[in-house]
C-alpha cells in the first residue's frame, strides 16, 4: 500500500500541476495580508479562498486524474492486491498532494500572520473540506466510466455546495420569515460541508454579530467546545461516507 502511494505521489508531482495550486494559494495568501490592515480582514479574504478555490481544485483535480489513471488502475487490479487496498491508496495519494498544497502555500502566511487558535482552525478547516471533495470527486468517479459526464457531475457537485445550497437556504428563509426557523437551520446546515466550515470560522473570527438573530443561534450552538466537536464531526462523516460509496462500488464494480 506505501509503494502505491508513493508512486501516486510521484506521478501527480511530476504534472506540475499541484505545484501551480500551491503556489496560486501562496500568492493568494500573503497579498491577503499584506494589502490588509489587520490579520482578521486577511483571514476573511483567505476564508473565501478555502471556501471556493480549494474545493473546486481538489474535486476537479482528482476527478480528472482518476480518470487518467485508468489504465494504471487496471494494472494494479490485474496484480494480486486487494481493491480495497488500491482504492484507499490512490485516496491517500491524492489527499496527501493536495493537503501538502495547502498546508504550505496557505498554511506558512497563516502560522506566521495569525499564529493563534483562529490561524490553526483555518488551517484544520481548509485541510477537512480538501478531504471532503477529495472523497466527493471518489465517489463521482466510480458513478459513471464516462469521462465527460465525471468531470461534469464533479463541477455540478461543487456548484451545488458552494453557491445553489446558499440559495436554497436564503430562499427557506425569505418564505418562512414569519416562522421561528433559525433552530431548523442549524440542521439544514449540517447538509453543507462549505456552509459548516464558513460558519465554524466567522464564529472564531467573531463577526457573527453581524448575522444577526440567526448568527446568535448559530454562535450558540456551535460556539461551544460541543458544538466544534459535532461540527468536526460532521465533516469527518462526509469525507467518510462518501469514500466508503465509492470504495464498496469499486469493489464489486467490473472494470
Do not use: C
Not at 440559495?167 to 426557523?181: A, E, K, M, R, T
Amino acid at each position: 500500500m506505501n509503494r502505491i502511494v508513493k508512486l501516486v505521489l510521484i506521478d501527480i508531482f511530476k504534472n506540475k500541476i499541484v505545484l501551480a495550486f500551491m503556489l496560486i494559494l501562496a500568492l493568494l495568501s500573503w497579498s491577503s495580508f499584506a494589502l490588509e490592515d489587520n490579520a482578521a480582514k486577511g483571514m476573511l479574504t483567505i476564508l473565501n479562498v478555502i471556501l471556493f478555490t480549494v474545493p473546486l481544485v481538489s474535486i476537479l483535480f482528482t476527478t480528472i486524474y482518476l480518470y487518467n489513471s485508468s489504465e494504471f488502475i487496471e494494472l494494479l487490479l490485474s496484480q494480486p492486491i486487494q481493491r480495497s487496498k488500491i482504492w484507499k491508496s490512490l485516496f491517500a495519494g491524492v489527499s496527501l498532494s493536495l493537503l501538502g498544497a495547502f498546508l504550505i502555500g496557505s498554511g506558512i502566511p497563516l502560522l506566521i500572520h495569525a499564529p493563534g487558535a483562529m490561524g490553526l482552525m483555518m488551517l484544520l478547516v481548509g485541510s477537512l473540506i480538501t478531504l471532503v471533495f477529495v472523497a466527493l470527486a471518489f465517489l463521482s468517479t466510480i458513478l459513471t466510466r464516462d469521462k465527460a459526464r465525471g468531470i461534469g457531475l464533479a463541477i455540478m457537485i461543487w456548484l451545488f455546495f458552494a453557491l445553489l445550497f446558499d440559495g436554497i437556504v436564503l430562499f427557506l428563509l425569505f418564505q418562512f420569515s414569519d416562522y421561528p426557523i433559525e433552530k431548523i437551520m442549524i440542521g439544514i446546515t449540517a447538509l453543507s460541508p462549505i456552509d459548516l466550515a464558513r460558519i465554524q470560522m466567522l464564529l472564531h473570527l467573531d463577526v457573527s454579530a453581524m448575522m444577526g438573530y440567526t448568527g446568535a443561534v448559530f454562535k450558540e450552538f456551535f460556539g461551544n467546545v460541543q458544538g466544534l466537536l459535532i461540527s468536526l464531526l460532521l465533516l469527518a462523516l462526509w469525507i467518510i461516507i462518501p469514500f466508503w460509496i465509492s470504495l464498496k462500488r469499486f469493489i464489486r464494480k467490473d472494470l
